[in-house]
């Protein structure tokens, strides 16, 4: 009874009135949750863009680009938390590695709407381009707003497992790049009318393998944060299977 | 002397405890404002073992949040959260940007909110989200599970493009021959009747798609409206059988009908359709020569029991449960062959469910299938 007693934040800071602004716990815990409203409005602007790619709506991509304004601001936002807690609180081990894998995961998922917003600055120039692998891009985006959710449930349950197996999705953003990438070839080496409409196409499916990359590049943050472990090393070890290798190759140049 | 000591040491003790109290209760205070999280004294004080044996009993998923932190999960909420959601940023659980917005902002604490909001749990899963203030400035977040509705209303969408699809398949041949034939030269009288019986048989197709997809409709709007006539199912089926004993091509319709009258309540047209249909079914999916066996039986006393018997290649049980749905096909090559539009079994399903009954399917893999349907006896006047 009387350890539970005391609350939370009194534990690591000392005797409250020390402390007006909260405990360090707190604000770590704040910090997260402004991490996860970030990753939440990405998640919106890669289903957004996508929308609006395959619909062809224009309002709907213009929106995608406006609320992008919003991830940046919350990244700044969490820049200023992260500094303000490094310089006030001094947080040792777990607590660092949770602030500093705040730091990076916020400019990642930052990254991964700026992706999004750049398939949404595209609607407008693949208009009237009948072709056909705009069908296989809503399945890669699929796939890689998965990982993007995965990834992010991974980070608010603070879960190593669920974090590493985000990575070995990633295979799979790859190959549907790689067969985008040759079927967009085709249909520009069959028609030179349609080189302009393709190539954009082609950025969206590379923003799309990026976003994938990205994915996977917060997965090793979380597996570290929550482990303190390089999720590499663990894979080093073990008898890596081809899915696993590809995953830590894109990982390590994204 | 020692009497004045022994005051002062008391009142000093009291004053000594007084502080202490203060200090506890300033101290709780606090932290019930801050609501810190998963402690059992704090929670007990402000009611909170109640309230979360409340929450327990609920199937939904169920947040209090107090000051963007939250304070109860239910196990629902948990499940689909994660257990960690207990006590931390409201964010972590729910981060959808429209859910977020309002959750984050604790001024609006007035008005409850709704919010459609899609991807908790799994990519695409739609909910609806509620808020509700609580006394004391808490809020309660209850989360509405969609996917049912939205299925609802993803078959409808469905419907619609499988029906065009199904009247343009037969619309395409037709066309194909048409543009053939308007070139008289290129074909000589044998062909073109062979072509123009091609294109009778498509045009039929499409006749009875439509024929079909209209008595759908209307039984699919009549579908509340308990049907009031009184029917004997007995003549009806000697009817049927007669009615199709044209098409079934010297095949034997074996008739088992029971001793006691079967009056259902019942619209005659409609059940003529379904018991037309099944037999129909039996006599295309029954061996060749085999008879097809229609039984009326007892299934209790208040129940009538209809059975469509016939003896042919079976259906395999993991298409048994689809056979309902609309353009649900075991075989589409060999349903186009003898002409099926894929609703038969829609139809039935339809009037059984507007007659107060069941349907019952039951089929072994080169043995045959049994369709059942049980009727509600008309009430005795």
Redesign the interface.
Known sequence: ?KT??W???LKRNGP?GADPA?GLE?EV??L???I??M???A??AI?DAMEALVRRDHEAAAAVVR?DR?IDALETEIERRVVEIIGRRAPTETDLRDVVAALKIAGVVERIGDYAKNIAKRVASVEDSRIRPLSLLPEMA?IA??MV?DV??AF????PKKAAAVCERDAAVDDFYNSIFRSLLTHMMENPHNITPATHLLFVARNLERIGDHATNVAEMVYFAATGEYLGDRHKGADTTSIGADAIGAGAHG | MADGNAAMLLIAGLAAAAVVALAAA??LA??LR?S???????MAAAGGDAERDLLAAFEDPLLVVRE??VLIANQAARDLL????EG??????I???AA?EHL?RDEDGGAPVRIEL??LGA?GRPWELLIAPLPGGSRLVRLVDQSQARAAEQMRVDFVANASHELRTPLATLIGFIETLQDEAAVDPATRQRFVAIMAGEAVRMRDLLDDLMSLSRIEADRFAAPRDTVDLRPLIEEVRDALKPSAEGRPIRIERGKSEALVAGDRGQLAQMLTNLVVNALKYGRPGSQVRVRLADAGPDLVSLSVIDRGEGIAADHIPRLTERFYRVDPGRSRQVGGTGLGLAIVKHIVLRHRGRLEIRSKVGEGTRVEIILPRAAQA
Request: proline share 6%; aromatic share 4%.
């Open positions: 009874m539970n007693f609350p939370q934040w409250a909260g707190e815990d704040t997260r949750g402004t996860c409203e990753g939440g409005l998640e919106v289903r609320r919003k699929r707003a998965e959710h992010l449930d608010a349950a603070r879960d | 300033l101290l606090r932290r801050r810190a999280p998963g402690a059992a004294p704090s963007r932190r994660g257990a960690h959601i931390s940023d409201v964010r972590l659980a981060r959808h940007p977020a984050a899609v991807g990519v």
